[in-house]
């Protein structure tokens, strides 16, 4: 297993985000929260436990919980520091799922499985967690998250330095995260990826909204060299140039994996047995069938 992420690190980034206590940046969690409840608001049963993953503010907890699809759930966090006021929340590291095996029957992951180094493993936790037919629901930051910062900081650091260091993390696409559900055993698996656009001013209060999302890098590979001002200058003119609109403002993108499984059951819909169809392809299309030739 690779390790490519500081826990330690991402902790103190999520605590200082905590405390910042920052409402705009909060934008993608209300956007996970949304759609993660809608997604939950079509299903056509009722979950009597479920469980949030290290969701930080609870806003997806807590859209869950309007559905009315929920009967109780639980919040799982890093630090007591999460909880809101009187409430009670199960404290766990970051890559562990402190649930008993068949104990839930809805776990919610926002914004959070893209900084596991054993991402495999914690998919295999969750689904251990499931109750038979239980329903696992996640939004998990894709390929093409800060695509133009990526390119930015690697443009600004060759050019002035003639080296470059990462800067900004790897994210998943959505075959990769297909493959861990299917690696997990989740049945009837569904991933699809929604991409949005936020526009900026410059590079400025972009890089001050990751850090308020507690998104600063976590890499155990990254450069501990400081940056310096001429290095954000000449990284903000690089951006200006490359991705802004003609108004001047510049784009930043956020590409969103949805992702759902469940756990295996036997009631749930199997793929039929390859040659047990009863009608034939070609009657259906109304064409002839012609057999190849050995």
């Known amino acids: ?8 690190l991402i902790a103190t980034h999520r605590r200082r985000a905590l405390a910042a206590a920052d409402q705009n940046a909060a934008f993608l969690l209300d956007i996970a929260a949304t759609e ?15 469980a949030e993953l290290h969701g930080a503010t609870g806003a997806v907890a807590r859209s869950a919980l309007a559905t009315g699809k929920i009967g ?11 909880a809101g006021a009187g409430e ?25 499985l893209h900084l596991t180094n054993d991402t495999p493993g914690v998919f295999i936790q969750i689904r251990r967690a499931l109750k038979p037919d239980g329903l696992f629901l996640a939004a998990i930051p894709g390929s093409g998250t800060l695509q133009e910062l990526r390119d930015v900081l690697l443009a ?12 900004v993390i790897p ?10 559900m299917q690696r997990a055993g989740f049945a009837l698996p569904v991933i699809d990826a929604e ?34 001002r001429r290095f954000f200058l000449r990284a903000a003119e690089i951006y200006a140039e490359r991705y802004s609109d003609p108004d001047g403002r510049i784009r930043a993108t956020f590409s969103i994996i949805y992702a759902s499984g469940w756990a295996p059951h ?20 109304k064409v002839d069938e012609h057999k190849l030739r050995q």
């Open 1 to 8: 297993m690779d390790i490519l992420f500081d826990q330690n």
């Open 36 to 50: 993660l409840a809608e997604r939950l608001a079509v299903v056509e049963r009722r979950f009597d436990t479920a």
């Open 72 to 82: 109780e759930i639980s919040r799982i966090e890093s630090s007591k520091d999460f």
């Open 88 to 112: 009670e929340i199960i404290v766990a590291p970051f890559e562990e799922v402190p649930l008993a095996p068949g104990s839930v029957n809805l776990v919610l992951a926002p914004l959070s």
């Open 156 to 167: 600004t650091e060759i050019e002035l330095s003639g080296g470059a260091s990462p800067r």
């Open 171 to 180: 994210f998943p696409d959505v075959r990769d995260v297909g493959g861990l």
């Open 195 to 228: 991409n949005y656009t936020v526009r900026y001013d410059s590079i400025f209060p972009l890089m001050r909204d990751l850090r308020s999302m507690g998104m600063a890098n976590p890499l155990l590979a990254r450069s501990r060299k400081p940056l310096t």
């Open 266 to 285: 036997e009631s749930q819909q199997k793929p039929l047995k390859p040659g047990s169809a009863k009608a034939r392809l070609a009657d259906a299309l």
